[in-house]
């Protein structure tokens, strides 16, 4: 289930006063008596910091501008099917890790906002956000966000994202949708806290089922205009630019909504901190007692009014008639989790270390396909322990489900950070964590998405997973480590076979991040992945994975100027690459067709920000530059069979950040 979120009330000391982030030190706002607020100079300032729900710790804001893959839905590991919200899937191996009930339609997951990803602010001044970028064919994404504390206690944060995308070719147009809302509240005697989450994704991506390669219309000179390549499923809908237009059309279409409620009361010892012009109260909890309501409505659907007979009886067995050309799929969910829990700090001073025992009743209906209901029992524990001298962080978390539809899942993890001191900073990581799971719910033969002839019974699937991280501050170095050992893997084979493997098998895979510097204003960001696998596994992995950046980052003698210039490359050697399945929402294992691109994808840009305003200008896939025909952009690249990358694509993204 879902942790604690335990209050240091060491760091609310060490802030009094203090500015925790420092978030455009020109910007003026209005006045006020903010009691945490003790110097004069914070007068043209704001403090800010967030924490997630599931954490101990405290976060700032990330004001770089180096990076635009903390800006970018889309993480730098990741491909796409060739346009900004359509499928993804990371390069890197990353197997499931989560015990009990999952639906396993997790086509779109980069672009939610869940549970996990919901912030709880803490700041002195209302402070927004209003994000635009914009691309090529009207590709847009408008980003809206603000949190302010309604009084010193009570803070609320308002999100809002829109992705609209109509693409490069045809029939993958993508429309999404993610509101979330979050509110935290503390009473004034620090007893009672009360942590709401509302999120919700609606998600919509054309499907095209890949390019028709009956020609080889990529080198074609009368299709240099990617949109007039026929694709294999979704008609010939012509190019819309207006926003306003959601509808995709041939696609899939998620909707997720979840609302959160968890109280929290505490006994212990009341206590305060006296300085000259305020007095602060303190509270030092001994034993807490936790209740998390959780409710769900998921919906998946996939769509295809105008289906191809000869597509779809050749991919996936399925017969449409003269009158009947309509593919739908549509599983239909509601979940009502409700878990208590007990907590006891053993040091009344560091809320850092507690132990954690709880218990949780899942409730899940199936409304679609038919009316089907399922319960899970489950219970949890969790031991924590950072210390107070901040060197040690130790974590232990175990989960079992003692009866019903996941009857016999469990999950262990185990973790030990250790910090490397002042000089050298930074910190060395061990862990191991070992999940047995049932698989995701479309392996079973009650799902819409299960489309073989036949039940199958697949057993519950063991990994465990070995990993080491060291971080070096002064080195600007991270090495990363990551050892899995699988048994019982299931894997979609095809368009729609499901398989699992009986097999044991393991996968390696190390990582290296190193900044080298060039010059007094030059850097190399540079990012290597190394990964095998070892036995009969039913995995393709490209063998080495790459992303660079070469940029002056600097300042050009300016006062308020932070800028970086330059190039980024993306490489990672050749594959037997996954295919897609558009009906399922799955990439599947093929053996067949290797993905060789001559050139990694070289991308130009420049970021800056000056004070509270960041832009970016990107030139990317710069790689397609192409003298046949006539120059153009016409050299794609792929990443998925049949699903190639878009040429040039101009893209500038403007954020700005206000405090009233």
């Not at 990551?482 to 084979?493: F, I, Q």
């Not at 050697?573 to 053996?591: C, E, I, R, W």
Request: glycine letters at 8%; aromatic letters at 16%.
């Amino acid at each position: 289930m879902i942790s604690a979120d335990a209050f240091s009330q060491r760091e609310l000391i060490r802030s009094a006063g203090g500015r925790i982030g420092n978030i455009g030190s020109s910007m003026r706002g209005g006045g006020g008596t903010d009691s945490l607020k003790r110097r004069d100079r914070n007068e043209d300032s704001i403090t800010i910091r967030f924490r997630y729900l599931d954490s101990t710790r405290n976060y700032m804001l990330d004001s770089s501008v180096s990076d635009f893959t903390r800006r970018f839905p889309v993480p730098g590991t990741n491909i796409t099917l060739g346009n900004t919200g359509t499928t993804s899937r990371s390069l890197l191996f990353s197997p499931p890790l989560k015990a009990g009930w999952d639906p396993g339609l997790h086509a779109f997951d980069i672009y939610k906002w869940t549970i996990d990803k919901a912030r709880f602010f803490n700041t002195t001044r209302p402070y927004s956000e209003l994000n635009y970028q914009l691309a090529a064919r009207s590709e847009q994404i408008i980003e809206l966000m603000h949190t302010q504390n309604i009084k010193p206690n009570w803070n609320f944060l308002f999100q809002y994202r829109m992705i609209n995308a109509p693409g490069i070719f045809k029939n993958q147009k993508t429309n999404h949708n993610n509101y979330l809302f979050t509110s935290r509240f503390e009473s004034f005697n620090k007893r009672y806290n009360n942590y709401f989450i509302l999120a919700g994704n609606k998600l919509q991506s054309g499907e095209s089922g890949g390019i028709n390669e009956t020609e080889n219309y990529l080198d074609d000179p009368d299709f240099k205009d990617r949109f007039a390549i026929p694709t294999k499923i979704g008609g010939d809908q012509g190019l819309t630019r207006n926003f306003f237009n959601t509808d995709v059309g041939t696609g899939n279409r998620y909707n997720e909504f979840t609302v959160l409620l968890r109280q929290q009361y505490d006994l212990g010892k009341k206590d305060s901190l006296v300085t000259d012009s305020t007095v602060i109260p303190l509270f030092y909890p001994r034993l807490r007692f936790e209740h998390t309501f959780q409710y769900s409505q998921l919906k998946y659907q996939f769509r295809d009014y105008v289906g191809d007979s000869a597509y779809y009886k050749d991919n996936y067995g399925i017969e449409l008639g003269a009158s009947i050309d309509t593919v739908e799929r549509k599983d239909q969910w509601k979940e009502l989790i409700n878990d208590f829990s007990i907590y006891q700090f053993p040091d009344a001073k560091n809320l850092h270390q507690f132990i954690k025992l709880g218990a949780a009743l899942q409730n899940i209906k199936q409304e679609l396909p038919g009316a089907k209901s399922y319960y899970n029992v489950l219970g949890h524990a969790e031991y924590r322990n950072r210390t107070r001298n901040q060197k040690w962080d130790m974590q232990l978390s175990g989960k079992l489900y003692f009866t019903g539809l996941n009857a016999g899942d469990y999950s262990a993890n185990a973790s030990l950070q250790r910090s490397t001191g002042k000089k050298i900073q930074g910190y060395i990581k061990l862990g191991f964590e070992n999940v047995n799971r049932t698989p995701y719910f479309f392996y079973n033969e009650q799902s819409s998405f299960y489309l073989m002839p036949a039940a199958t019974d697949f057993k519950k699937e063991n990994t465990s997973h070995f990993f080491v991280s060291l971080y070096q501050s002064s080195l600007k170095l991270k090495l990363e480590g990551h050892y899995y050992l699988l048994t019982n893997y299931t894997y979609v084979k095809d368009y729609y076979q499901l398989a699992q493997s009986g097999s044991l098998f393991n996968i390696l895979r190390v990582s290296a991040e190193k900044t080298l510097k060039l010059g007094k204003r030059w850097n190399w960001h540079a990012e290597v992945h190394f990964q095998q696998g070892v036995g009969n596994a039913p995995v393709n992995l490209p063998l080495i994975y790459t992303r660079n950046r070469v940029a002056y980052e600097g300042n050009l003698g300016l006062k308020n100027l932070d800028m970086a210039a330059g190039l980024e490359m993306r490489y990672h050697t050749p594959y037997k690459a996954d295919g897609y399945s558009p009906v399922l929402g799955q990439f599947f294992y093929q053996n067949n067709t290797s993905i060789s691109n001559p050139m990694p994808d070289i991308t130009a840009y420049l970021h800056f920000r000056i004070r509270p305003f960041k832009a970016y200008i990107r030139a990317e896939n710069l790689n397609t530059a192409s003298g046949q025909n006539g120059f153009g952009f016409t050299n794609n690249n792929q990443y998925v069979p049949g699903y190639p990358y878009p040429g040039l694509v101009i893209r500038v993204g403007i954020y700005w950040s206000f405090v009233n």
